[in-house]
């Protein structure tokens, strides 16, 4: 089960702080993902975070967003600094069985839990 936190209206140029908690014993080797969903698109990836701290970023929020984990915790973070507007979805973690450091950790179906989702909106 995945609990993520965080999400919040803010204005351009701020930040906010998500976090995912993971209940389970296996959930600190999973390879942990954040992806979101703003109206009208599709759901997109963001990144993800394998147990051993590999890391995958999509281009739009490299350099902006910076994803961590707390294995002793069973939580991933996502810092995301520089927010622009469009960076308005509702983001979701998303936690995967298998590494996905090498292959397939952009789609959705790679990864086997969900989280419920937290909305972050961000003004011009």
């Known amino acids: 089960q995945l609990q993520a936190s965080g999400g919040g209206l803010v204005q351009a140029g701020g930040s906010l702080r998500l976090s995912c908690e993971a209940s389970?014993?296996?959930?600190?080797?999973?390879?942990m993902g954040w992806f979101r969903q703003a109206p009208g698109k599709e759901r997109e990836f963001v990144t993800t975070i394998t147990w051993s701290g590999g890391i995958r970023y999509v281009g739009s929020v490299k350099g902006r967003f910076t994803v961590s984990r707390d294995n002793a915790k069973n939580t991933v973070y996502l810092q995301m600094n520089s927010l622009k507007p469009e960076d308005t979805a509702v983001y979701y973690c998303?936690?995967?069985?298998?590494?996905?450091?090498?292959?397939?950790?952009?789609?959705?179906?790679?990864?086997?839990?969900w989280g419920q989702g937290t909305q972050v909106t961000v003004s011009s």
């Open positions: 389970g014993r296996a959930s600190s080797s999973y390879t």
């Open positions: 998303a936690a995967a069985r298998e590494n996905l450091y090498y292959r397939d950790y952009d789609r959705s179906r790679s990864y086997n839990y």
